[in-house]
C-alpha cells in the first residue's frame, strides 16, 4: 500500500524545499514535478509536442510504479485551480492509490507575491532546476502565471477529504512539513538513505 503526498503551489512558493523536508523526515521517494520537465525538455526542446508527452509519460508510468511496488511517494505539482482538467487529473491520482490501499494528502501552499518572487531566485533552486537559471525569463514567466490562472484555492475551498493550506510566507520548510505530520499521524517508513535519496 503506497500513500501519495501532493505538495501544490504556485511557481516559487517553496514547494520544492517543504517536499525535500518531507522526503528526509518520512523517507518518501520524491518526484519535483521538474524531474519529469527538465529531462524531456533536454531530449525534445521547450513545451514541443513530444516534450509535453514525453513529460506525461514519466508521470504515468513514475506513479504506476509506486503503486506497484508500494512506495510511497512525494509529488511537487502547479494546479491552475480554475482549470477542470486539473481536478480530474488529481483525483485520478488520488484514486488509484485509494484504490491500491494506499492514502492520498493535498498539501497547499499560498505565499505573498514578494516572497515568491524573492524565492524564484535561490542558488538552491537555481542548482536543482537548471530551466529557472535564466532568470529574466523565469521572472516573467511567474508573473504571467499569476496573471493568466488561479493558483491557490479561494478560502473555504477544498477539493479533498485531506487537503491542508498553509500560507508558507514566514515559514521554514521544516516547519511546514512538521504541520504535514502531525496533522495527518504519518510515521517515517524504515529505509536507508539511498533507498528514498540516491544521489540526491
Known amino acids: 500500500m503506497a500513500n501519495l503526498i501532493i505538495v501544490c503551489g504556485p511557481q516559487a512558493v517553496g514547494k520544492m524545499t517543504v517536499a525535500e523536508s518531507l522526503r528526509d523526515k518520512l523517507r518518501y521517494n520524491m518526484m519535483m514535478n521538474h524531474d519529469s520537465i527538465e529531462l524531456s525538455d533536454r531530449i525534445f526542446g521547450f513545451a514541443t509536442p513530444a516534450q509535453r508527452e514525453l513529460n506525461e509519460a514519466i508521470r504515468e508510468k513514475t506513479f504506476e510504479l509506486a503503486v506497484k511496488h508500494n512506495v510511497d511517494m512525494i509529488f511537487t505539482y502547479v494546479c491552475a485551480f480554475d482549470e477542470p482538467e486539473e481536478r480530474v487529473y488529481l483525483t485520478g491520482l488520488k484514486d488509484m492509490f485509494e484504490k491500491a490501499g494506499g492514502h492520498f494528502y493535498f498539501v497547499e501552499l499560498s505565499a505573498d507575491i514578494e516572497t515568491r518572487i524573492a524565492r524564484n531566485e535561490t542558488p538552491h533552486r537555481m542548482e536543482r532546476k537548471a ?13 504571467r502565471s499569476e496573471a493568466r490562472y488561479r493558483l491557490n484555492t479561494e478560502e473555504g475551498e477544498t477539493w479533498f477529504e485531506n487537503h491542508l493550506k498553509i500560507d508558507n510566507t514566514r515559514l521554514e520548510p521544516d ?13 517515517p517508513n524504515e529505509k536507508d538513505e539511498k533507498e528514498y535519496r540516491f544521489g540526491v
Request: charged share 35%; net charge negative; proline share 0%.
Open 131 to 143: 530551466s529557472k537559471r535564466d532568470v529574466a525569463w523565469s521572472r516573467a514567466d511567474l508573473l
Open 175 to 187: 516547519e511546514v512539513a512538521d504541520l504535514v505530520i502531525e496533522k495527518y499521524h504519518l510515521v
